[in-house]
T-cell receptor, first 114, second 110 residues
Framework: DTEVTQTPKHLVMGMTNKKSLKCEQHMGHRAMYWYKQKAKKPPELMFV???????INESVPSRFSPECPNSSLLNLHLHALQPEDSALYLC?????????????FGPGTRLTVL | GQQLNQSPQSMFIQEGEDVSMNCTSSSIFNTWLWYKQDPGEGPVLLIA?????ELTSNGRLTAQFGITRKDSFLNISASIPSDVGIYFC??????????FGKGTRLHILP
């Protein structure tokens, strides 16, 4: 299995809702990433997990809460989002964070906050 | 902060033409990566470069790691309609942080 899967593909939520994005990989990768991508912009790093521990938090607001239950799964919990948080949320994985820069991306979750 | 300057921002070409795009920076990189992203999809890794001066091909795609470690280019030969999309360069800095260029949007004229 050489792919990263993300669910759901699309999500519409209100500003008072709580929802979660899910990401899964079975390539044995030990680093997983969350990116946010606005239209016509490059991916913007949010979080990095290395060996199931949070390594990097790029000053992301607390309304985004990542979780890595095991080496294959990565979640992003969403609460009290703002309309400007609407974007494509990409998950990626790599063999490791150090020394293995090749990241493999999932198809993304298109999030719309009303 | 560090940034990558990717050019051109967009390209309009005829099918069959060759394409060239590049990324430059004032920072030194350990690795260069080139990705392609189709609408509504995640980026797909095309080529990874690990050594200064390295020249690597993947089918009709060729990329090079600049000898100064501050730049890279991607060439596409004999473009076809499925080459349409956004191409991103990404560089890995010495502290392992990866930064992305702003992308080159490739359009193929009918």
């Amino acid at each position: 299995d050489t792919e990263v899967t993300q669910t759901p593909k699309h999500l519409v939520m209100g500003m008072t809702n709580k929802k979660s994005l899910k990401c899964e990989q079975h390539m044995g990768h030990r680093a997983m990433y969350w990116y946010k991508q606005k239209a016509k912009k490059p991916p913007e790093l949010m979080f990095v997990y290395s060996y199931e521990k949070l390594s990097i938090n790029e000053s992301v607001p607390s309304r985004f809460s990542p979780e890595c239950p095991n080496s294959s799964l990565l979640n992003l919990h969403l609460h009290a989002l703002q309309p400007e948080d609407s974007a494509l949320y990409l998950c990626a994985s790599s063999q490791g964070y150090v020394g293995a820069p090749e990241q493999f991306f999932g198809p993304g979750t298109r999030l719309t906050v009303l | 902060g560090q940034q990558l300057n990717q050019s051109p921002q967009s390209m309009f070409i005829q099918e069959g033409e060759d394409v060239s795009m590049n990324c430059t920076s004032s920072s030194i990189f350990n690795t260069w990566l080139w990705y392609k992203q189709d609408p509504g999809e995640g980026p797909v890794l095309l080529i990874a470069l690990y050594k200064a001066g390295e020249l690597t091909s993947n089918g009709r795609l060729t990329a090079q790691f600049g000898i100064t470690r501050k730049d890279s280019f991607l060439n596409i030969s004999a473009s076809i309609p499925s080459d349409v999309g956004i191409y991103f360069c990404a560089g890995q800095l010495r502290d392992d942080k990866i930064i992305f260029g702003k992308g080159t949007r490739l359009h193929i004229l009918p």
